[in-house]
């Protein structure tokens, strides 16, 4: 049972345009999502993240938006560089008594290339 | 720089022969966590240790185990590997702090079975 999915495993997006990352999940417990980054033969880099409190997090070229509603989470990047061309993952977790939100449910992961 | 590093990065074993991955972190984090993610699916969670609290998820194989001897190390030992083992075994580790739920990945281990 996949709690955490991302339906798109590639994307491709021109440079200078906005890359559009989408991400689902079924467990209305989890209460803070997070992306990662990963680049081949290195491990995944977290990139952003956001509590259920909030409905937008920025960081840059990075956006987050999470429609709590909808169980739906997307990442924004603007303007795209040749750079982001990476695997993307969603993440999410649910506050656990004892644990915190220290255990992550991740997606499959989007294959993001930015085309020059 | 402070980081999490996996040994080795590839590593080949024959089936059924016990194999242990390591991983070691200069972070002085206080968690620490094994995934194992195969070929385009997601990173699964096996265990984690808060310290030197042990934390195994409820459909982790008995065949695999780990070791945190202190804050610094973490092993992850498969008894007897199967075919169906052979995976990117993934470390990561994160402070354990509340509100701070980042987890810092380190390069992994490819695993192979022959």
């Known amino acids: 049972d996949q709690q955490v999915k991302q339906n798109s495993p590639s994307l491709s997006v021109q440079e200078g345009r906005i890359s559009i990352l989408n991400c689902d999940y079924t467990?209305?417990?989890?209460?803070?999502f997070l992306w990662y980054k990963k680049y081949p033969a290195e491990g995944p880099t977290f990139l952003i993240s956001i509590s259920s409190i909030k409905d937008k997090n920025e960081d840059g070229r990075f956006t987050v938006f999470l429609n709590k509603s909808a169980k739906h989470l997307s990442l924004h990047i603007v303007p795209s560089q040749p750079g982001d061309s990476a695997v993307y993952f969603c993440?999410?977790?649910?506050?656990?008594?004892?644990?915190?939100?220290?255990?992550?449910?991740f997606g499959t992961g989007t294959r993001l290339t930015i085309i020059p | 720089d402070a980081m999490v590093i996996q040994n080795p990065r590839y590593q080949v074993t024959q089936f059924g022969k016990p194999v242990t991955l390591s991983c070691s972190q200069t972070?002085?984090?206080?968690?620490m966590y094994w995934y194992q993610q195969k070929s385009s699916q997601a990173p699964k969670l096996l265990f984690h240790y808060y310290d030197k609290d042990f934390n195994n998820e409820a459909d982790t194989p008995d065949n695999f185990q780990s070791r945190r001897p202190n804050t610094s190390f973490c092993f992850l030992d498969i008894r007897s590997p199967g075919l169906g083992d052979a995976a990117m075994y993934l470390c990561?580790?994160?402070?354990?702090?509340?509100?701070?739920?980042?987890?810092?990945f380190g390069p992994g281990t490819r695993l192979t079975v022959t």
């Open positions: 990561a580790t994160s402070r354990g702090l509340d509100g701070d739920y980042e987890q810092y």
């Open positions: 467990n209305s417990m989890f209460d803070y």
């Open positions: 993440a999410a977790s649910a506050y656990v008594s004892n644990f915190g939100n220290e255990k992550l449910t």
């Open positions: 972070l002085n984090h206080n968690v």
